[in-house]
Nanobody, 119 residues
Framework: QVQLVESGGGLVQPGGSLRLSCVAS????????TSWYRQAPGKQRELVAT??????NYADSVKGRFTISRDNAKNTVYLQMNSLKPEDTAVYSC??????????????WGQGTLVTVSS
């Protein structure tokens, strides 16, 4: 079984920064892609950023402010968020497409971490 655990959320003032972490654990798995999603109250879930190997993609709303990166040795993906705005307030969740020899390819979600941007 593969699990994702996010951390790093919290309360930050507008213009501030936070770094989210997503740690994958389990046995015999390969992570194919990892993405960060967010969902604000009353809104649909939004894809924020994706990392596939060395390639990254971002939503237009976060380009130039957010950076997704990975540390393969730690099975961890990060989301560095700078110049935060009140509209960035949301629950941020990590999603991974994972391969195991036993189960093939499947998706895993973390439990989410709340980011609140407010003065």
């Amino acid at each position: 079984q593969v699990q994702l655990v996010e951390s790093g959320g919290g309360l930050v003032q507008p213009g501030g920064s936070l770094r989210l972490s997503c740690v994958a654990s389990g046995r015999g798995f390969t992570i194919l892609t990892t993405s960060w999603y967010r969902q604000a109250p009353g809104k649909q879930r939004e894809l924020v950023a994706t990392i596939i190997g060395g390639s990254t993609n971002y939503a237009d709303s976060v380009k130039g402010r957010f950076t997704i990166s990975r540390d393969n040795a730690k099975n961890t993906v990060y989301l560095q968020m700078n110049s935060l705005k009140p509209e960035d307030t949301a629950v941020y969740s990590c999603n991974a497409k994972v391969f195991t020899p036993r189960d093939g390819t499947f998706e895993v979600w973390g439990q989410g971490t709340l980011v609140t941007v407010s003065s």
